[in-house]
């Protein structure tokens, strides 16, 4: 993974009032670039490293406290983990804020801890929920709550991180569209 050095976020496109990044009404930042090619991106646009546009943390802070109406912000992608260090602040200011902050990313948990990137495990612990794995096409489906492909996984990253190993979330609020599927399968 190589880092993009910048105090600033380098932003792909920002939806200020998204319902499907996550439970309830969520600030969605999709930062710009990420080194995979999966095939079938949902947003290629995102991918080279050095388009989209700078903006400072407090910029990105400003523009959440404007919707009162907001329950969550979600890092979605492009590859938050490549601007870790850039993100930290806001991620530090949105957890002040007491909103709830979820991160999309296309390496595995696992993958993460491993590499052991000091930014990228205190951005984490800043996070409550983290949708891993890179989007698999052969595993699209429609059915999934807030995932493009059956390899995504979503995690409660409190436990996870005190367990120091994936653990799912709970939360009907993040996977009730599993719920409801798995009762009308039975
Ligand atoms: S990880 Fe996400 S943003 Fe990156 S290429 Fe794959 S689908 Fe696109």
Redesign the pocket.
């Known amino acids: 993974m190589s880092n993009i050095i910048s105090h600033k976020i380098r932003v792909a496109g920002i939806v200020n009032d998204s319902i499907t990044d996550g439970p309830g009404i969520r600030l969605t930042l999709f930062v710009q670039g990420?080194e995979?090619?999966?095939p079938g991106?949902?947003?290629?646009s995102?991918?080279p490293l050095n388009a989209g546009k700078l903006y400072t943390a407090q910029e990105i802070m400003d523009r959440i406290k404007k919707n009162p109406m907001l329950s969550g912000v979600t890092f979605s992608?492009?590859?938050p983990m490549l601007q870790a260090e850039a993100l930290l602040p806001l991620a530090r200011m949105i957890k002040d804020a007491g909103l709830d902050l979820a991160i999309y990313t296309?390496f595995t948990f696992e993958e993460l801890l491993k590499q052991g990137d000091p930014s990228v495990m205190e951005l984490l612990s800043n996070a409550s929920t983290l949708i891993d794995g890179?989007?698999i096409l052969a595993q699209r489906s429609l059915n999934l709550s807030f995932r493009g492909s059956s390899n995504q996984r979503i995690l409660n990253l409190k436990e996870s991180l005190a367990q120091g190993k994936s653990v799912e979330e709970s939360n009907p609020a993040w996977i009730g569209t599993s719920v409801v599927d798995a009762q009308y399968n039975k």
């Open positions: 990420c995979r090619n999966c991106c949902h947003n290629p995102s991918l992608g492009g590859e296309g890179p989007f």
